[in-house]
């Protein structure tokens, strides 16, 4: 298979740069409304890789793009009507950056992560073999690796800023962060996408182990979801036929980056190691299999 073409940073100059994160550029188009870029760039352990994986940006765009029409009648969403020609005319400088921007309103994003953990799997396996516990949640004794747990749980964390370490924090911490009815609006809403897509995922073939969510503010004061939805990037995706308990199941999303990263001697800080192109080529197909299994008709 050849490899798409890579984008790994956007050039745009009709439009004021804003800020590069992780993955996303985003430029300013008015004062309510930004432009999204969503590059081929990849972090692990919050290190910007300095390889970007073939695709990845239009996987992910199109795979949030799904969620976000599906999940609407439940979470309004960031999106906006206004197309990418309007803001961005010129043919030339658009076609770098077609089918991986959007057009998003300007809302108050909250600083918290909303993780929803399903199955007990990665740090939360980690901590659970220490404590019985993930981030402060007392779990049945017993459980094994990847097994789904009882119910999902709401695991939040602080965000961080590009190459630093997200921060779990307790419910409580998001209260003292947000307030009390935010703070339960958050967990509820993230609980409530999570199972839903979930289960439909699980129709199509894919097991959703876990996902992070982020919400901001619109200025009517509605919670909205923004960032991106149950991708690759954001989720742990499992091939529902190749799931046991007991082990780490193969998967759909980056984790086959950080098992690679894993066999290192890498110390998990800036500079990120170089991919082999094998490596990052694989993790693109594997990402693409993903977004066929789900939105396929």
């Known amino acids: 298979m050849t490899a798409p073409e890579a984008l790994f940073e956007s050039a745009l100059t009709s439009l004021k740069l804003r800020a590069r994160g992780k993955v996303r550029d985003i430029y300013d188009i008015d004062e309510k409304h930004m432009l999204i870029v969503t590059t081929d760039r990849l972090s692990a352990f919050d290190v ?93 004794a017993g459980l094994q690796q990847a097994q789904q747990l009882p119910e999902a749980i709401y695991t939040p964390s602080t965000k961080a800023a590009v190459d630093q370490h997200d921060e779990n924090v307790s419910f409580e911490q998001t209260v003292s962060l947000l307030g009390q009815d935010l703070a339960e609006q958050v967990r509820d809403a993230s609980l409530k996408l999570y199972n839903i897509a979930a289960e439909y995922a699980k129709e199509r073939g894919i097991i959703i182990a876990d996902t992070k969510f982020e919400f901001g503010i619109d200025e009517n004061g ?52 170089v991919l082999p192109s094998e490596v990052a080529l694989f993790c693109s197909e594997k990402y693409r299999e993903a977004e066929l299994k789900l939105t396929k008709d």
């Open 48 to 140: 910007i890789l300095p390889d970007p994986i073939p695709g990845k940006g239009r996987v992910l765009t199109r795979i949030s793009n799904f969620w976000f029409d599906k999940l609407k009648a439940i979470m309004p969403n960031h999106l906006s009507d206004i197309t990418l020609e309007q803001v961005v005319p010129d043919a030339a400088e658009r076609a770098q950056i077609e089918g991986r921007a959007i057009v998003v309103k300007l809302l108050k994003p909250l600083p918290v992560e909303a993780i929803v953990r399903g199955y007990l799997i990665g740090s939360g396996w980690k901590d659970y073999q220490k404590t019985g516990e993930i981030c402060g949640i007392k779990l049945p």
């Open 222 to 273: 509605i919670l909205c979801l923004i960032d991106e939805a149950l991708t690759p990037d954001s989720s742990r995706f499992w091939p529902a036929d190749q799931y046991q308990v007991g082990i780490s199941p193969p998967s759909f999303d980056k984790q086959y980056i950080r098992d690679y990263l894993e066999t290192l001697d890498w110390d998990k800080t800036a500079p990120g190691p």
